[in-house]
């Protein structure tokens, strides 16, 4: 077991942090996931039986706000990443798990959220499609300075294009995410 001072800080990107949300089990069923295989996924038995004593066993948010709650304030610094465009993990999870970390007494969180984008984009058709990359460049500013804003102190690195954009398009067109 690693001790929490140990770790530097924490990234989440396009989590899902409360599936005992019953919000959250009707966006599944709307996206087309049934609520049997959510269950499954978590524990819960095909038909749900063990729903409310997996469901919140399996929640990030809960688990912050229970049974981990006296850990929360000595976590390290937490950055959640999410796009606004997710269809998979809705960025209201992000905002969440972020409202319950506060709650129970986390130090440093931070929200960043990605404008259009897809549950997939920030660590997929954005590095393909080249350039500078936002979550990479959120991501390196909290590992080489605890937090999301490096001030404009490092020039992160822009990445050659690796496919053409028709390809990305279509990409972005037939990830159902």
Known sequence: MWPL???AAFVGVSGVYTPDDPQLLLHFERQGLS????????????????????LPRASPASLALGPCEAAVPRLPPV???????????????????????????AAHVTERYYEGKSHTDP?????????SDALLEDILSMAFHGSAD??????WPVFPRM????IIRLARRCIPF
Do not use: N, W, Y
């Open 35 to 54: 609520r049997a295989v959510v269950h499954a996924i978590m524990e819960a038995g095909l038909t749900g039986a063990r729903a409310s004593e997996a």
């Open 79 to 105: 950055m959640l990443c999410h796009g606004t465009a997710d269809k998979s993990a809705p960025a209201s999870q992000s905002a969440a798990f972020a409202t319950a970390l506060r709650a129970a007494g």
């Open 123 to 131: 660590f997929l058709e954005d590095p393909i499609a080249g350039g």
């Open 150 to 155: 490096s001030g404009g102190v490092h020039a």
């Open 5 to 7: 001072s140990r770790i």
């Open 163 to 166: 496919l053409p954009d028709s």
